[in-house]
């Protein structure tokens, strides 16, 4: 089945720096690659998502990169800032019936001011 | 459009009794999936379920835990004779079906399952 893996488990970045945070994934099936930011308490939150006819996504400060050939896909953050603390969480998924989303273990960022 | 909707948000349980998590899903979406989140731990893919069927249950624990989605109310999650274990966030996603558009999962605000 699907295993994802996501790096670093941590990052503390000063405010104004970018973030990355790195997936793998082992199904070279998957093809839908959602981004969650979740914050003290809250419930998870869609923030970016990437299918896999694409490469690179951008909204605003927020980018996201496909590599399919090396099953690895990142979360790009520019210009950081206080509010962008919380945990993100990278999965994969495919367009097809009876199939699961697999998440990433999480990364917990912290943008200090 | 609502979002998703779960109760209660908390729930306090004593050892041996049973919980039940209720989760309706954002309207016109018909895929339901449940997760469980330990302190400072990512999401655990637990069921997926369509209306009246379990289309993968991999994730659920084989004895005490069940689901369901039936064709009229909300989605179920039950675990019976309830153990301190248990105790965790339990979250609640829908998505909806069509070309492109089948595995967009949006979250409830989750149970927090407390068990005494």
């Known amino acids: 089945g699907e295993n994802v893996e996501q790096h670093p488990s941590t990052l503390s970045v000063q405010e104004g720096d970018s973030a990355v945070i790195k997936c793998t994934y082992s199904?070279?099936?998957?093809?839908?690659f959602p981004w969650y930011k979740q914050e003290l308490g809250k419930r998870p939150q869609l923030i970016i998502d990437i299918r896999s006819n694409v490469g690179e996504k951008k909204d605003q400060r927020i980018a996201v990169t496909l590599n399919k050939t090396a099953k690895h896909f990142s979360l790009h953050i520019t210009e950081t800032q206080p509010e962008d603390s919380a945990v993100y969480f990278c999965?994969?998924?495919?367009?097809?019936?009876?199939?699961?989303?697999?998440f990433g273990a999480g990364t917990r960022l912290f943008v200090k001011a | 459009n609502a979002g998703v909707m779960q109760n209660p948000r908390h729930l306090v349980r004593r050892r041996g009794q049973e919980a039940r998590l209720r989760c309706s899903p954002m309207k016109g979406h018909s895929h339901v999936y449940w997760y469980r989140q330990l302190p400072e731990e990512g999401l655990k893919f637990m069921v997926y379920l369509q209306k009246e069927n379990i289309i993968d249950e991999s994730g659920m624990p084989k004895e005490r835990f069940s689901a369901e989605f039936p064709k009229e109310g909300p989605s179920i999650l039950r675990i019976q004779q309830v153990v301190r274990g248990d105790s965790a966030a339990y979250f609640c996603a829908s998505s909806q079906e069509g070309p492109g558009l089948l595995n967009t999962q949006y979250f409830g605000p989750g149970t927090r399952l407390t068990v005494l």
């Open positions: 199904d070279s099936a998957s093809n839908y």
């Open positions: 999965a994969a998924s495919q367009n097809t019936g009876g199939f699961k989303t697999i």
